[in-house]
């Protein structure tokens, strides 16, 4: 009787849901499938699921009642209520050391508060990202579990075979690991589709210097162009894919991306990113620009009125050695790519102190080689780095990357100059510079700040190590009159 029983249960069937179910069934486990709305379990076991080992349950308790223990459970339902929902109406009728993994794209404060409800019952919680989509979801996505720790080898043959395989060094490797703590899976997969905006934005800044504003190339010779890089360095699915869609030509042959609406759309996980940034106090720059222009890109009405009215240079016709130009730009793009992640990194080292985590850095790289979006050579050279030096303090220390930026650094400035001398926007590309010249300085200009902040506010400053004398003191919170007038008091006891 026993052997009857699944391995697993998944609730949710719309596609994401049903294709994972037969991605695990083709895996060789055996699924049970439930949805709020009943007729999609006998529709889906007539139709997608026919011939599968797949079954299908008509309640809560007749899933639970079809699963091996411990219980294992995967709820791909809208994230939300409906979340919250099956876990009440799981948790009533499932027994200790049972598993319910959240696969939705919950924000990561709810499966924290998730996991620690749960775990006072005595189940056990996981919040997985998946990535990839419905082709993911179908063939092997990108999966990024994180929460109750005694879940992950319960969960980890059915989690690591359903997952998207890259090849390694000693056969197929899952794109899946044990991500970290409670909320880690789905903090690290907001993450990952923070930066997968920064990637975007990029690539679409390379395409703008290589259109009308730069070198006047149409989208077939920049296709081209991305082809060849797709063989080097920026080897990866956004680049194999922007190829594909510069190439691709209405019906009457004018390339299609000629006629899209220059608006980006958000669904929200950027943003998150950039907010949590904000939060924690860490510099994920590029990764705000790119949500920030895709901002600027909706108010497009408001930017067809200032492009009348407000000029830029004058075009003047690249003159320069054009393959060296584009040689430099491929290495803005990977120099920029490189301080991208490096500040998603930081993030997530932040995030780690804050929230408790002893997060798998390199196991993070890993997952994303493959299965979603961001997939790329790149990422085992940063799996790498992190394998080599687990608590490696920042990407860009790594040797390896080190020499990549050095590599790159002379190509990227001449991009950002010629960018910024011809009128073209580079949010992203432009920050990520900015910010690897403010973080190889030792000096900031934030001593003026802090002067003026202690002028105008009496908001004090500490002293800098080896101009200390009998007025400035180690150590301590120290405020200048700077105008010899009004009184002497820091704004810690004044509050004006
Ligand atoms: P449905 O088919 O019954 O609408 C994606 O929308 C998935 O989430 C579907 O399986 C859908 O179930 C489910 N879902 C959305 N909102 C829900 C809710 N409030 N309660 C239960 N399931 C919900």
């Not at 010249?437 to 900031?444: A, F, I, K």
């Amino acid at each position: 009787m026993s052997s009857d029983l699944a391995d697993i249960g998944l609730i949710g069937l719309a596609v994401m849901g049903q294709n994972l179910i037969l991605n695990m069934n083709d895996k060789g486990f055996k699924v049970v499938a439930y949805n709020r709305t009943t007729s999609k379990v006998d529709a889906f076991l007539a139709n997608e699921a026919k011939g599968t080992n797949v079954v299908g349950a008509h309640s809560i308790k007749e899933l639970v009642s079809k699963l091996k223990t411990p219980r294992k459970v995967v709820l791909l339902v809208q994230a939300g209520a409906a979340v919250d929902s099956f876990i009440d109406q799981l948790s009533a009728v499932m027994e200790k050391g049972d598993i319910i993994i959240d696969g939705g794209n919950s924000h990561y404060p709810d499966s924290i508060r998730r996991t620690a409800e749960l775990e006072a019952k005595g189940l056990l919680f996981v919040g997985s990202g998946v990535s990839g989509g419905e082709e993911g979801a179908r063939y092997g996505p990108s999966m990024m579990p994180g929460g109750s720790a005694a879940a992950w080898p319960e969960i980890k043959e059915i989690f690591q075979k359903t997952a998207a395989q890259v090849p390694g060094p000693n056969g197929d490797e899952p794109c899946c690991d044990w991500v970290g703590g409670t909320g880690s899976g789905h903090y690290v997969k907001m993450v990952h589709n923070g930066i997968e905006y920064g990637d975007m934005q990029l690539i679409a800044e390379a395409y703008d210097i290589l259109q009308v504003r730069g070198l006047d190339l149409s989208p077939s010779e920049i296709a081209d162009i991305f082809i060849k890089w797709n063989t080097g360095v920026l080897d990866s699915f956004l680049i194999q894919i922007t190829s594909e869609i510069l190439k691709y030509n209405d019906d009457d042959g004018v390339p299609m991306v000629q006629k899209i609406l220059d608006k980006a759309g958000q669904k929200g996980t950027g943003k998150w990113t950039a907010i949590n940034a904000l939060d924690l106090g860490t510099p994920v720059t590029l990764i705000g620009e790119a949500v920030f222009a895709r901002c600027l890109s909706a108010i497009k009405d408001e930017r067809t009125r200032a492009s009348k009215v407000l000029p830029g240079p004058e075009k003047v016709p690249f003159t320069g050695d054009k393959q060296q130009f584009i040689d430099d730009l491929e290495q803005a793009l990977y120099a920029s790519k490189i301080i991208s992640y490096a500040q998603g990194y930081m993030l997530m080292r932040e995030a780690a102190k804050e929230y408790k985590w002893e997060l798998n850095n390199a196991g993070i790289a890993a997952m994303w080689r493959g299965g979603c979006i961001i997939k790329s050579v790149f990422l085992g050279d940063i799996t790498k780095a992190f394998q080599k030096t687990p608590d490696l303090e920042n990407l860009l220390f790594d040797d390896f990357f080190k020499a990549a930026i050095a590599k790159a650094q002379p190509g990227w400035r001449r991009v950002v100059a010629q960018a910024t001398i011809s009128g073209t926007p580079i949010p992203c590309t432009g920050a990520a510079l900015s910010f690897f010249d403010g973080y190889r300085s030792e000096t900031v200009p934030a001593n003026l700040l802090q002067a003026q902040r202690d002028y105008f506010g009496a908001h004090t400053f500490k002293v800098l190590p080896g101009k200390e004398n009998a007025r400035l003191k180690a150590g301590e919170d120290i405020h200048v009159n700077w105008t010899g007038r009004g009184g002497n008091i820091s704004a810690s006891t004044y509050n004006a």
